[in-house]
């Protein structure tokens, strides 16, 4: 699907890659080995293909790293981008035996949904070598006058980078804002830190944008892009809120966690295994008592 002159969006219901340039390009979020197999033959059919000079590593969890091995096999030239803390994670083996176990059952998901049509193996998580470091304000030079402007966003992560090209005002925000659970209802994951997940998303929110490239589920483009933002802040709001409710409340944290997994595990999270979202409804609680304390103090 072309999303603008200059950006294509390739990949399936789940994982949305996009290729970024005419001449020269970027790939936008890896995704998993199970999306690559559909981007495989997806870019297999494209009449007219570019160069592909990067390979843009977003943030190091699973389901935004797991695709690079497939991608570097199909692209043996391209640099693979990402920040340091990207760069130390991805060369950690331990990490990435969890990140391939997380990667083999994605896999498993996508076939039963029938995105994919063949069963693959995981790769043997091997190190990752990132070969080009980059931070906020650095730009990424595609040739022919584009250029992708590289924004530190964390709040996430520690290493959650968004991606701008200002020449068709697309904003790759990777998880910057949340999880789409559907078009209506945002996952919030301020895995990091809320105020600087907040703040995150009021920075990108500045950017003139005509398309929100996504890497999950919907792309939100021209008038419905500050109505996701503002739908991103809320959740995050309301989310917060609730949690120092039940804290106030007195709640035990295995019950505020049973009550967290209950209200968000549905719809689209279900592509992600129980204990992948009950380890995160553990760190949004652990977030809110970090804030919470803070500013006690």
């Known amino acids: 699907m072309r999303l603008t002159k200059n950006v294509l969006c390739l990949g399936n219901q789940h994982f949305n890659h996009f290729i970024v340039g005419q001449e020269q390009a970027a790939i936008v979020e890896c995704g998993v080995s199970g999306s690559i197999m559909s981007f495989r033959r997806q870019w297999a059919a494209l009449p007219v293909k570019p160069h592909i000079k990067y390979l843009l590593a977003s ?50 998901l996508l076939l039963r949904q029938g995105l994919i049509d063949e069963e693959i193996m995981a790769p043997l998580p091997e190190p990752i070598i990132v070969d080009t470091v980059v931070k906020g304000g650095d730009r990424l030079d595609l040739g022919s006058g584009l250029s992708l402007e590289v924004i530190d966003a964390p709040g996430h992560s520690p290493c959650n980078l968004a991606f701008y090209l200002p020449e068709d005002q697309v904003m790759f925000l990777s998880d910057t804002a949340g999880f789409q659970t559907s078009d209506q209802l945002i996952f919030p994951i301020f895995f990091l830190d809320f105020e600087l997940y907040m703040s995150s998303i009021r920075k990108l929110m500045s950017y003139p944008t005509k398309v929100l490239a996504i890497p999950h589920e919907r792309i939100w483009v021209n008038d419905e892009v500050p109505q996701f933002y503002q739908r991103a802040l809320d959740t995050a ?61």
């Open 237 to 297: 709001q309301d989310a917060f809120a609730s949690i120092k409710g039940m804290l106030d409340q007195g709640l035990d944290e295995d019950t505020i966690k049973s009550n967290l997994f209950a209200r968000y595990y549905r719809e689209n999270l279900r592509i992600y295994v129980p204990e992948n979202i009950s380890l995160c409804v553990d760190l949004l609680q652990r977030r809110v008592k970090q804030n919470l304390m803070a500013g006690s103090q």
């Open 59 to 108: 943030h190091a969890h699973f389901d935004h790293v797991c695709g690079i091995p497939a991608l570097r096999e199909m692209f043996p030239q391209a640099q693979l981008v990402g920040s340091s803390e990207t760069k130390k994670v991805l060369a950690n083996p331990k990490i990435l035996k969890n990140f391939f176990s997380q990667d083999q059952k994605m896999t498993e």
